[in-house]
Every structure is written in structure tokens, then in C-alpha cells.
């Protein structure tokens, strides 16, 4: 997705992927100390990191202040500023971990706390502004989180040096303590923070070597949030509390694309506990003095809306027409050989059509932010922030002030998997709209479970067409796919880098760049356009490109006559990190092991946001088509493992997420109105239908990468895959129910 | 006014008899550890113990409550929450944590009644509580570790 922002825009990722030294960045001393104790930043110098890879210009110039990674507090305490928001994906752990371990910590000293919003200082070298995506947060830290924990190191270590007339050369650091063993003299860091403090930031610092980490790979680490989160301490943005607020519930449009036409709120107005009703662009806001009083005065408010503009067709309907489209070449996003002279050469052909529904992301904690405006024209938002450089942009605009006077205090997010990070700050620009037309107090807009699963910004219908050919020697020589989904790139700032020749690359990776040695390849896209909104939904394009791909390479396989497995081992000749994770996965799942009647195995293998992952799923199909996942095998190349605990949850949680969609779960709409309302229509995977999941992560000391997207696009189709080796049945419909399963 | 008995203490509040006892905890008494994830029940995130019983606030009109004894993630002791929730912080359980009140509460009420809960036993107390992270083997695994904790 985003991630994509940089390869395309620079054409070079090796931009961004190449270890950045300290001379490329200067290390300030931030101003204003915290507590008197010692504050270290990596400060960019102007816009080079974006500027270099040329990322897209959202925002303004940058304007370089002292940026504070690392505060080391008198009480010993190191605290590190995480510019990325933690959806449950532990990036205040994994950021942590980086820190800590350059700058030789001990575990128990060290705390996270999100940064402040300020692009200038805190953006997403893979964005040019901040915010989390992608898989990125770790890939695009890794450099500048060792070089803060390194810098503030050699800064507590010169301090000891001078304080105790010692060379630097005889002072060690372990466990958070400074000694010098001759003089057998120890200090912590609280005690030596605040002359460290004094001293300037080095300008060139020495890295750690892979072999001499003891945080970074250590599984044994907790997460930082470990306890909060189970004592109901940790504030999410839905607990904020501020003096005198007010809570909002919208009334929006049932139809996408419709608007107000007329409102009677009188019988709202009398719900006690309503405050005011707005009519506004966005829908019409009930403001109440609670939540249940903002809830109960929406159900009696009578809108009338206009659908002139609104979708009004189906699911259906939608569908038929991009199969019409389908019959038509698309856009190319890869040319390569003559893939229709291939297929009419072809010894052996296979053709499928795969269906995509439309998916609603349902964090655990629906969206909301609260919002309170300040006396000097701007707002603070405390919201579970994820492209706090858009947000601060659209609420600025919203409310006719700087996007530096709009502060943002990011919270714990319940959950988003792509949900919080919208283009156009969605539901924040509500809260700060009913905010603003308020006035009168901090608003905190809370959408309920209803308004998440029929607000749209889905992950888009697609439709994909694949024909794909082997020799006589079972040689795979030709692969054609049409692909149809709408772009969610459509006018949004990242249409111009993101669409090129009309091609959304989030619709076609996976696709389009597939790993599979195939020497004719084609691949085409349309993307039509509907009022429905549609966002990235964990592992965006590759939610279907990996599923169509590794279910249409097991049916090439089976046209071979070959196995599974080897078929594909043999097609990844080039793609040497993608044959260790298949590898690895086959080794440990037991493949071609006989299993017992009515089980069956299937597999998948693909690479997504830079790491590599392949699953095996074990399952069983009884007579009446029930699917029983009874286990997942999957193993993960993600370079070096900060924390292997994390990456562990990341591609377990992930293969539940793309198993548990997989099974029954879509967003219809028939005339344009959402079929589905909350859990008891769009069902989310329950406890007794997870399997159970063996993760197995890859020694590396290759950079690392992310892992909260790439568990995800391979658990589908190894499970599709195994239940076409039960049953003989291809699953090309999703939900799987939609392919006669139950 | 209605007079509700959580954590041990009477609180008063001025509230429509009719208004779920999570609006209560979360909106009139600022206790902020239930969580409201469905508002229908279907998901758990809200889950207290009414008279020890693992029940869903959301879907629980105040006035129903007059007279119970409430305790919300707040105010669970005893060996069994404290077994669960030693456990969840040695397996790490959570990830984004906001179903976890929701599913701790289940989880105690399912070890308070049951010593030894079986795979189904599990199951069944805590298919309820949806965590869409995937949370789920280790919650398995922590209920399994707190039960075994229990027993030590």
C-alpha cells in the first residue's frame, strides 16, 4: 500500500532501504529538556529522508526543530517517543526495543509514550508525513530509534568519563548501568541524565553488531502494555474524558453518495439528555450529555435524504456490471512475452473467475475522537490517531486555522487494520465539523457498531478473470488476469503517485508483480468508479491478489500433475527468501505426510510489504461441506525479529483475520443499503473456530520489516487450497459460502 | 435516582431506569474499563459479573440491576482473577487489548465455577467475546495456565 508510496514515486527503494549513517543526519540536543534529565533526537536535515525518496509533497516544507526520541528522566526512567500508532500490533514495544537496546537499557527502565503530531519531526520516511502503515513502522524506524539509543549512550558514557576522570574506552554499559570495573564505580542513567544533557550530540556513533543484541530478538521481553490492558487502565480514545464534554452520535446517509434533504428533530429534541441537533454537511448530529442520550435522540430524528447522487444499485448489480467490464482490456499494469500466443500454445489451459465482496475492517472500538477547540482558533483531538500529517491538514482547514495549532494526543486504538488511516481524516473531519458548528464544549463523536459496518470505507469489491497455461512438461508458460475493483486512491492526495497510467498499484500488486517465473505475463485493470467508499483493509491489494494467485498456481500445479509444493518451489528459483519460508512452513506442517481420511492439506506462499510468509492449513470438510481449519503451519521471513513474541501474535492474529473473513464474512448491499448492521450479520471469527497456529520466524540479520499485513493474504488460499485436496472443490467465490461451503 | 451496588460500593445516579448499565459504568460513573464494542450483546467487550455471573452491560437496562452485586475489570479480586490475569501478562495476551476487560471477566467467571476447564468448557464461556485481532490461542492458553496456577 503506502509502503508503495516510496518504490513507486523514487522507482528505487533501495533509497530508503539502505542503512542511513550518522552523518546523513545530525543529532540534536532538544530544546527544553523534560525534567532536566537528558533528551535525545535524530533530527532530519531539511526534508532529506522524503526529499530523497521523493515521497509525495501533503505537506509543506519542512520546518526543522530538535526532535526528541529519548528522554532519560532523573528517576531513571527511559522513556521513548513513538511517532506510530499501536493498534494492537506493538509498536510501542518493537520501537522500544530498538531504543533500549542500542543505548544497553535494562527492560524494566524503559516506557513508551506516543509523540506529539508534527510531520516536521516525526513523519513516516516511507509517507514524508507522519503516520502508520503499510507494515512500515519498524522498517522505517529501525535507523533512526539506533542511532537516538546509540547517541544517548555514548552521551551517559562521556559523562561518567568526565565525572569520574576515566577514559571512555574502560566504561561499560549493561542492564541499564554505567561502570568503570577498575575503580569498580557504577552509576545509572537517571543519575547521569541531566549532565548528559549539557553535552553536544555526537555527530557519528558506532552501531551494535546483530550477534551482540540482547533485547532485539529476545523473545522473553513483555509488551509494554501488558498489564494496562488487562487491569482496564488503558485509556483508549473512547475513555477520554474531558471537562464538560458532550457526545455526538451522525445520522448519515443509508445510501453512499446521498445527502440531507430535510430533518425533523422535534421528537429528538425531547429524548432527555439531548443537548442540540445540527444539520450539516456530513449528515445531521445529535450532541447529547451522554452516549445512551445521543443514541436514543438519532433513532427519533426523522431525515429525509437525497440520493441523486447516492449508489442505489446492489451488490448485484455492481458485480454484473464488472463482469461486463471484464470483457474489455483493462489498463496494463504488466506486459511481459506475449501471453496470448503463450496460452495458444499452451499444452494444458486453466481458467477461473475469482469474486471479492466488499469488507468492513470492525475494529473492536468503534471510531471516534473527541474534539475541543481552543481559544486561539485551533483544537486538541484525542483520537486513536493514524496519519495524524493528514488529519492535522483536514482539521486545520475544517476550522480555518495552521495545522501546527491542531495538536494531536494520540491514544491506544482498539483495533484499526487499515480503518483509522483515511485519506480524508473521515470521521476526525466529522468530529471536528460538529465541534466546530457546537462550539460550546470538547465534542467526542462516537460511531456505534452499525455506523462502522454500514459506513463504508470497505475493502473494495474486486473481480478478477485469470487464464494461465503449462506445457507438455507441466512448465508453467503463460498467465492472463483481468482485474476490476474500485480505487481508493481516487481523489485523495495520493491518487498522483499512487496511479500511474491508470493503474492503482494497491489494486494489482501481488498481482502484477508476482514472483512466480512466468515468461509471458498480463495482467490489466479497470477501476470503476461508485459513490461506496473503500480503504486499504489489512494487506490491501494483497486481501486478493495473493488469494487468486495461490489458488490459480494450485490448480497450474494439478494440471502438471505435480505437487504442490515442488510446483511452486520450482517457479521461485529467483525468490530465494520466498523458497525458505516455503521451505520451512512444508517442513514443519509435516508435508506429504499421510494425514487420516477427510483431512487434507493445502499451502500458499507469498510476499507482501517486504516480508515473506507461507502457510500450511490442515483441514476437514465433513458431509455437509463444514470447513474445520485444524491447524496452520506458516513460517515468516521478516528479516532480523525485534520481538519475536510480537511477530509471533502478528502472523498468528493475521492468519485468523484471513481465515476468519474467508469463511462467511461480506458486506452486500441491495439497492444500495447495507445488508449488514453489527456482529450478528457480519460475523467475526469466534475462539472455538481459531486453530491452532505454529509460527516459524527465519534467522536473519537482514533489516527488518513489517508484520502486522503480511500473516495475512497466504491463510486463505492454503485453507482454499486445502479443502480443494479434501474435496476436490476450488473455493473462486469469497466468502467461501458464496463457493457452496458451509 | 437508582442505587447500584459496583465494587462493593452503593453509587446513586440520576439515570433513565432504561439506560445499559455500561452507560452508566462508562458515561455517569467514568468507569472506563468496561468497553463498548456491539451494543447488541454479540460481542462481550462489555462483559461485568452480575452476582458473579459473567453478563453483558450493554444489554442490561440499569434498573435490572438494583439490588445485584456488580463488579466490573475495576474491582476483581480473588484467586481466580488474579490467576487470570497473571497469566495474560505472562502469555502477553493482548494486542490492540480493547476486547480484554471484556474477556478477562469471562474468563474469571469461568475458572471461579470451573478449576478445570476442558477445550469446550473454554469454548463455550468464551465463544461470547469476540477479539478481532485473533487473540484467541493465547487466551486459550492463559486460561489453561491460570487454571493450572489455581490448582498449584
Known sequence: ????????????????????????????????????????????????????????????????????????????????????????????????????????????????????????????????????????????????????????????????????????????????????????????????????????????????????????????????????????????????????????????????????????????????????????????????????????????????????????????????????????????????????????????????????????????????????????????????????????KVVASILGCKPEQVAIETQWAGGSFGRRATPNADYIAEAAIIAKAYGKAPVHLVWTREDDIQGGRYRPLFLHKIKAGVDAQGKLVAWQQRIVGQSFMTGTPFEAVMVKNGVDETSVEGASDMAYAVPNLAVDLHSPVSPVTTLWWRSVGHTHTAYAKEVMIDELAAAAGKDPVAFRMDLLKDSPRLQGVLKLAAEKADWGKPLPKGRARGVAVHESFDTFVAHVAEVSVNDKGQVKVERVVCAVDCGQAVNPNIIEAQISGGTGWGIGHALRDEITMTGGVVDQANFDTYQPLRNSEMPPVEVHILPSTIRPTGVGEPGVPTAAPAVANAVFAATGKRLHHLPFTKSGMV | MIRLNINGQDRDVDVPPDMPLLWVLRDELNMTGTKFGCGIAQCGACTVHIDGTATRACQTPAESAVGTKITTIEGISGKAAEAIQAAWQKLDVVQCGYCQSGQIMSAVALLTDNHNPSDSDIDAAMDGNVCRCATYPRIRAAIKDAAKAMGA
Open chain 1, 1 to 392: 500500500m503506502l509502503h508503495h508510496l516510496i518504490k513507486q514515486a523514487a522507482g528505487d527503494v533501495a533509497v530508503a532501504a539502505e542503512p542511513v549513517t550518522a552523518s546523513r543526519r545530525s543529532f540534536l540536543k532538544g530544546a527544553g529538556a523534560v525534567g532536566g534529565g537528558l533528551v535525545i533526537g535524530a533530527m532530519l536535515p531539511r526534508g532529506a529522508f522524503a526529499a530523497e525518496a521523493k515521497a509525495p509533497t501533503i505537506i509543506g516544507p519542512a520546518d526543522p526543530r530538535p526532535q526528541a526520541f529519548v528522554r532519560i528522566a532523573p528517576d531513571n526512567t527511559v522513556t521513548v517517543l513513538v511517532k506510530h500508532l499501536d493498534k494492537g500490533q506493538g509498536i510501542m514495544t518493537g520501537l522500544t526495543t530498538i531504543v533500549a537496546e542500542e543505548l544497553d537499557a535494562d527492560w524494566e527502565q524503559m516506557r513508551g509514550a506516543f509523540a506529539p503530531a508534527d510531520s516536521t519531526l516525526y513523519a513516516n520516511h516511507f509517507f514524508g508525513i507522519q503516520g502508520t502503515g503499510g507494515s512500515t513502522a519498524v522498517a522505517n524506524s529501525w535507523d533512526e530509534l539506533r542511532m537516538a539509543g546509540a547517541a544517548a549512550r555514548a552521551m551517559l558514557v562521556a559523562t561518567a568519563s568526565a565525572r569520574w576522570n576515566v577514559p571512555v574506552s574502560e566504561i561499560t554499559v549493561e542492564k541499564g548501568v554505567v561502570r568503570h570495573a577498575k575503580s569498580n564505580r557504577t552509576a545509572n542513567f537517571g543519575a547521569l541524565a541531566e549532565d548528559a544533557a549539557k553535552l553536544p550530540v555526537p555527530q557519528k556513533v558506532a552501531l551494535k553488531d546483530a550477534k551482540d543484541y540482547k533485547l532485539v530478538g529476545n523473545p522473553s521481553l513483555h509488551r509494554l502494555d501488558h498489564v494496562s490492558k488487562t487491569n482496564g487502565t488503558a485509556i483508549f480514545a473512547m475513555d477520554i474524558r474531558r471537562p464538560g464534554q458532550v457526545t455526538a452520535v451522525l445520522a448519515r446517509s443509508p445510501r453512499f453518495g446521498g445527502t440531507v434533504k430535510s430533518v425533523d428533530a422535534a421528537a429528538a429534541k425531547q429524548v432527555p439528555g439531548v443537548i442540540d441537533v445540527l444539520t450539516l454537511p456530513v449528515g445531521v448530529a445529535v450532541v447529547a450529555k451522554n452516549t445512551w442520550a445521543a443514541i436514543k435522540g438519532r433513532e427519533a430524528l426523522k431525515v429525509e435524504w437525497d440520493d441523486a447522487k447516492a449508489e442505489t444499485r446492489g451488490t448485484e448489480e455492481i458485480l454484473a456490471d464488472y463482469r461486463n467490464l471484464a470483457e474489455k482490456q483493462g489498463n496494463v499494469a504488466a506486459n511481459k512475452g506475449d501471453a496470448e500466443k503463450a496460452l495458444a500454445g499452451a499444452a494444458k489451459v486453466v481458467e477461473a473467475e475469482f469474486v471479492f465482496p466488499y469488507l468492513a475492517h470492525a475494529p473492536m472500538e468503534p471510531l471516534n475522537a473527541t474534539v475541543e477547540l481552543k481559544p486561539d482558533g485551533g483544537c486538541t483531538i484525542y483520537a486513536g490517531s493514524q496519519f495524524q500529517g493528514v488529519e492535522q
